[in-house]
């Protein structure tokens, strides 16, 4: 049975500054079908999407609705052309009703001049939308009282009631319960036999294999294949998501890896993480993988004593802790390079000198409180040569840096705290290429010196460029551990998705420790 | 050009200063009254009360809060304290020290409900501005303290080498705010916290307590003036103080201070503080009515953050 193809998007490009995220994209969508977009984090899926709505706007390629090109410039015109997104943020108003969401914006009017909204009319019609979709949810009721489940229908029957053709849908699983799940897939179904055409993200690939007609494969901003739901399975589709040639270099020198310095006992916070325990080595950068919302960064903030854990305990040099607070965490010599530098890592309005020393200001003090300047200055120059981050003067507000050399400043501090252990919690996100390979060089330099390194990353080919043994995580648990001579993308994303478990094998502990004794401090060419 | 940064930051403040000489040369022209050694003395003594409260109100706004009460605190301490100077009963420091505690006490409350409570700044304050008024009016019901020992006078009205006291008073708070918060560790800390409060806490500063102590300053800097005012007044009322958050606010505005935290200084709070000093002195002498003075205050208070806003924008695009 040929379907007809109700949306075409044909050779979409897509930059942000130097950065290519979107590269010759092309993807059809038929009609009456759902249609799985699969990649990584930071594959494009999301960008894509947001190119379809009009959030983005592309840098070449076009957009065909029903064969003819359209101009897609705002969210408006997309919903004007029957394109609705439901995002993975809930975007309804919480205070206002059911109805009044459904038809926020094209609100149903009466009396002389449309001055009075049609309260009535609205219930009703927002009843009918409902009904279409088989949700049983009173128009009346404020979205405050909905579950996050109930709140997605009404965003579907809002999809519905602008006549949407086209429904994008984003992780709409992600924080729903099991049964809730059963509801949705069921109006999913019921979309389908209405002719509406789906596309919909999601890592889980369970559900996937259970709903989806087709499915695309996107990987570092480019398409993969598309492919039939029914030609697939799990090891297929893993090894197209993550199955690039590992080409890049790493300036990984060789480090002898000495005694366990630190360790993570049972760490456990309700909801987000749980039975969390691993070792931290001298000279050791250990990897911690993982897909979004595995539970990563929590446990990093968790270690660091932003929020600490319910349960669990840190050891280290043999002593037993449990940071309360970022203070502890800095004096007893760890340190945190935050996954966002402008929302948690660097004030933007002060200048570089100021970042590189605020976490260490007491020691460029007299009597403690006085701030040496000239001492200040001599260390904020002395870093920003070091780590060659490029600026006119250590007196340039942050917020004019680019991205890697905001990153460095970041580095910058904390390095100049003299730690022992670092938290690197996606250290190269969003910045070029010369600076993350500095910035490897950097971490290299830094276990060198007998240091050790936690690095949470979502991307592979630096997880298994520069990690010397990597853990993944998967809805909150540790699932996978696998040592540098083992490990591959596709054990890593297996085990990030859940569908597999591993730990070290011995025969491989064995190897590795007759390999330490005759390390040397070449660099890795190829890994 | 190495230092091209540091010299911008100047620039900034400088470009208030060149304002308020500006203004400064129209008074003196147009009224002979003002450019006397009177007159300017008597302009520097009215000014220091918004100048004192101000330099607190710039610590609590760099942090990117704000303090509504410092008005009312201004007169809780003030009549509290001067119920202890009436002739022949404490020494002078006693009155002084209640009504700095009083200060200090009112700003802890505050800066403890917005740093552990979580509650806005501009709720906990407005708070604190009507009950601080609230028990002020049931101390005394609602009466004046006006039976001072002489030696109380002395800091509003008294000279030292025929200078006001009170202009000492301004300088030593001024200068000891400026040294707080551009040389101190302190300092340092209330710029990061109102920069970003969450990279501020994983540096390992305790940025609760870098809120408690700017409120605490803000508190103990508004009994100081009312200190100054009611020795200078010779009167303790009820009212006083009425509205001088206002003052303060737009004088730390003016100056250059961002309301959005982590931006401004003491140095530019000190030339918002002369703008509105001027202004009102000099409008007074031309028999403005108070009435337009005010329209023209708030004129100038919207006109110097559109400028900053605009070439800001400029500069951006």
Redesign the interface.
Known sequence: MKQEVVLQMEGIDKSFGNVKVLNNVSFELKRGTLHALMGENGAGKSTLMKILNGIYKKDAGRILLKGEEVNISNPKAAQDLGISMIHQELTSLPDLSVAANIFLGREYLKGPGGMFVDEKEMYRQAGIALEGIKAPIDPRANIRFLSVAQAQLVEIAKAISCKADIIVMDEPTSAITSSEVENLFETIETLKRQGKAIIYISHKMDEIFRIADEITVLRDGEKIDTRPASEMNHEVLVSMMVGRELNQQFYKSKVSIGEVVFQVKNFSRGGKFKDISFDLKKGEILGIAGLMGAGRTEVAEAVFGIHPPDSGEIVLNGRNYLFKTPKEAIRRGLAFVTEDRKLTGLNLVADIKENITIANLKKYCKAGQFIKKAKEKEIAEDYIKKLSIKTPSCTKMTGQLSGGNQQKVVLARWLSCNPRIMILDEPTRGIDVAAKSEIYRLMSEYVAEGNSIIMISSELPEILGMCDRVLVMHEGEITGTFLREEVTQEGIMACAAGIRRKEISIEHTERRQHETESYGNEIYKDI | ??????VMKYIKIFKIYLVFLALFVIMTFASPAFFTKMNILNLLRQLSINGIIATGMTFVIITGGIDLSVGSILALSSIVACDFIHPNTYPIIVPILIALTIGAVCGGINGVIIAKGKVPAFIVTMGMMTICRGMTLMYNNGKAITNFDASFKVIGGGTLLSIPIPIYILVFTMLAGGVLLG????G??V??VG??E?????????VDRIIICVYVIAGILSALAGIVLSSRVITATATAGDGYELDAIAAVVIGGT?LSG??GSVAGTLAGVLIIGVLNNGLDLLNVPSYYQQVIQGVIIIGSVFVDQYFKSKKQN
């Open positions: 050009m190495k230092q091209n940064h540091t040389k101190m560790r302190l340092r800390y710029y990061a920069g970003n969450a990279s501020a806490k994983i540096s390992g500063i305790n961002s982590g931006v």
